[in-house]
């Protein structure tokens, strides 16, 4: 009942509309992404998860047929394998509860997706990695001889720890703080604030007012902010308004400085476009300061 009114709120228009209907092929680059795009440490999640899976089933299901007059017949080696069955007997309840929580988060985004709400996304999946690493220890102690745990478990983060380095050095870490806090530190009264990409996607408008609103200051973006991105339709009417020359000439007129912000790009046609745009505002502007990351630019122009 506390739900209702957000979910009538949500169906008015999502802001997450963005974000494309997921298809299977999503569900498993979800899994992929979460073993950092290691096939072989999925595959050994899954079978651990796997293992973890039969030794629930298998336990209730030997329970019930020990009930019976048949159970002793049907379910004969499947103990050997693994722990004693008084252990297993508490793995049921977990164990569905883990499954639960592993795939009822998946198969509803999914399924709501597909209609004008979408919220299938690895970053809101994210939740689903607890669950699924709590079912991978549940298969390796659902083994019966310590010797094979142990091995198993070494194996795995092995094979987790060796995709570490590779994650971290390819990684693109966008390093809004520091920009934002210099952006601050430079803006003058009457300045204008310029941010490109402002897509959603891309998100540069909303990565520096994070950083204005979390650590107040003079610097904020004006109403006229070419590709301005709008908080209340969540979205951006014209994104490359940003990069247009004659657009950026007439801002220029109404401030003192251009503050020109660029971000993570999504092709070469929007590098193309930024790069364009800067040697425009190099060319008609004098470039007073600068400071440049891995993947974000602050150039400051008097007009």
């Known amino acids: 009942l506390l739900i209702i009114p957000l979910l009538l709120v949500s169906l008015q228009g999502p802001k997450t509309g963005w974000l494309p209907i997921p298809h299977s092929r999503e569900v498993f680059n979800l899994f992929l992404a979460i073993s950092g795009y290691s096939k072989m440490y999925l595959l050994m999640l899954a079978a651990a998860c796997l293992i973890a899976l039969v030794a629930v ?34 793995y049921l309840p977990i164990g569905l509860a883990l499954l639960c929580w592993l795939v009822v988060p998946v198969a509803v985004s999914y399924l709501v997706s597909q209609g004008s709400v979408r919220f299938f996304s690895i970053r809101y999946l994210v939740t689903i990695v607890p669950p699924l690493l709590l079912l991978v220890g ?23 720890l060796y995709a570490v380095p590779y994650y971290y050095g390819s990684a693109q870490v966008e390093d ?26 891309q998100g540069c408008q909303i990565s520096v007012e994070y950083y204005f609103h979390a650590y107040p200051g003079a610097a904020h973006f004006t109403k006229d902010t070419p590709g301005a991105f709008s908080w209340t339709t969540f979205s951006s009417m014209n994104p490359d308004a940003a990069v247009d020359p004659t657009v950026l000439a007439a801002y220029a007129t109404k401030h003192p400085h251009i503050i020109f912000i660029v971000g993570r790009l999504p092709d070469n046609m929007s590098v193309a476009r930024a790069h364009q745009a800067q040697n425009w505002l190099d060319t008609h502007y004098h470039l007073t300061d600068q400071i440049v990351t891995r993947t974000v630019t602050v150039r400051i122009y008097a007009t």
């Open 176 to 201: 809004w703080n520091s920009t934002s806090f210099w952006v601050e530190q430079h803006y003058q009264a009457g300045d204008g604030l310029v941010c490109y990409d402002n897509a959603v996607q």
């Open 57 to 90: 089933i298998g336990s209730y299901l030997s329970e019930s047929a020990r009930a019976s007059s048949w159970g002793h017949k049907r379910f004969p080696s499947f103990y050997p394998l693994f722990t004693r069955r008084e252990n297993l007997r508490q």
């Open 138 to 160: 549940m298969g390796l102690s659902s083994l019966r001889w310590q010797t094979l745990k142990l091995i198993l478990a070494l194996v795995i983060c092995a094979v987790a």
